[in-house]
């Protein structure tokens, strides 16, 4: 029994002390997968992808739509810019026209003031001739009657004396009437002057008004630019595209919203063409030189990339109404670096009767008074402008503008 116990002993020891191998572990128990180890997505998963593309195109539909307002905005800022730069040209033009009105009338007191001068001189010569022979006109008229030799003689003189006196009253009122009249003009010209002054500086104001909303505008318009670019990264992200794609589909939009706003604008262009052409009188045009219109389209051909300065006459840069007056000044021509005077200055024409060199206008109001905008006609639908501060000199379609209010003729 002791033989049988010893061997049990020994392998206890030893395996308390570490001489034998260590059984094997047990298998431990199983344990549910986490979703981490899942190599499918959930429902779950797919759900809340879905939901964040569709968050993340909604972010990008509303940032288009700022976009597309603010982009608007600008163009109304445009407009509005560059109707202060047409009132400014304006009250230039009409400062100019006062100005150079109130010299004349000065010219015309200076010349009347001499007249005037000059006629009292030779009225006192004559009542000093008078005196001379009599002392007074009276005592001269008596002398010259008594001294009369018969009836005839008499006569003479009496006549003689009434003229002379009447001749001398007549130089003198007529002297003293242009002169009072010539001051008259001048001073009327010389207010004129100062209320033509007064409002181009309102003009000028109104005008740095407007330029500082469009540097506004252009900087709003930046921020939601670089906003939206973003928006379509994560976009293109979401939708497993790509940045370029989304941009060129935007840009398709655009495209094909600006064709559909241009043949809505030539339509409405032949429809007014037809009316003129119902007209029973329509106007008689003015005689059109192909050679003037090609010197002044190849001026404004050779501006296209410059930029639009205000009241800009070149060479660094122009505003419309400096960009078609200097162009038809090398086609023979002076306008007035005005759009409103540029159209009263030339011969209205209609859409059907546009030829190369023939000027368009814009107006909201529909008044050619109110006229702010002016390119020059190239043929093919297609004209050169200056468009509007912040942009360059460049060729574009008839109808970028909309319908052109008026066509007219240099």
């Known amino acids: 029994m002791a033989r049988r116990f010893l061997p049990t002993l020994l392998l206890a020891v030893a395996g308390v002390l570490g001489l034998l191998p260590a ?3 047990a298998p431990a128990p199983a344990r549910p997968a986490s979703p981490a180890d899942d190599p499918y997505p ?9 939901a964040e593309a569709d ?9 288009e739509a700022r976009l597309t307002a603010a982009q608007a905005e600008l163009e109304e800022a445009g407009r509005t810019a560059e109707q202060a730069v047409e009132a400014y040209n304006g009250a230039q033009a009409r400062l100019v026209r ?3 009105e109130a010299e004349a009338a000065a010219g015309r007191a200076t010349a009347a003031e001499a007249a005037r001068v000059e006629a009292a001189d030779r009225a006192a010569g004559l009542l000093a001739e008078v005196y001379r022979q009599g002392g007074s006109p009276e005592l001269s008229a008596i002398n010259a009657l008594l001294g009369a ?11 003689a004396v009434g003229v002379a006196g009447a001749r001398t009253r007549q130089i003198l009122d007529d002297a003293t009437s242009t002169a009072a009249a010539a001051t008259r003009a001048r001073d009327a010209a010389r207010a004129a ?10 003009v000028r104001v109104a005008k740095e008004q407007a330029e500082a909303r469009l540097a506004a505008q252009q900087a709003q318009v930046a921020e939601i630019g670089r906003r939206r670019e973003q928006l379509l990264t994560e976009l293109a992200a979401a939708r497993n595209t790509t940045v370029d794609l989304e941009r060129q589909r935007r840009e398709a939009l655009e495209a094909i919203a600006a064709r559909e706003a241009e043949e809505a604008a030539r339509a409405a262009a032949a429809a007014a063409a037809a009316q003129w052409a119902a007209r029973p009188n329509p106007s008689s045009e003015s005689a059109w030189s192909a050679d003037g219109a090609a010197a002044a389209i190849a001026f404004a051909r050779s501006k296209i990339g410059l930029p639009y300065i205000w009241g800009g006459e070149g060479p660094e840069g122009y505003d419309c109404s ?5 162009a038809w000044r090398r086609g023979g021509k002076n306008l007035t670096h005005f759009a409103a005077d540029q159209y009263a200055e030339s011969t209205p024409v209609s859409y059907a009767r546009l030829r190369p060199g023939d000027l368009v206008f814009w107006t909201k109001t529909g008044r050619a008074a109110d006229i702010y905008h002016v390119g020059i006609y190239i043929g093919d639908d297609q004209m050169i402008e200056a468009p509007r501060p912040g942009t360059a000199i460049k060729q574009a379609s008839l109808w970028i503008m909309g319908r052109p209010d008026f066509y007219a003729r240099p």
């Open 23 to 25: 059984a094997a572990a």
């Open 42 to 50: 959930s429902a779950e998963d797919i759900a809340r992808a879905q």
């Open 55 to 63: 968050a993340k195109a909604g972010d990008v539909g509303a940032i």
């Open 98 to 100: 006062a100005k150079a």
């Open 149 to 159: 030799s018969g009836p005839g003689a008499l006569s003479d003189r009496a006549a």
């Open 193 to 202: 002057e100062d209320a033509a002054g007064r409002a181009a500086e309102e």
């Open 322 to 326: 400096g960009l078609t007056m200097m």
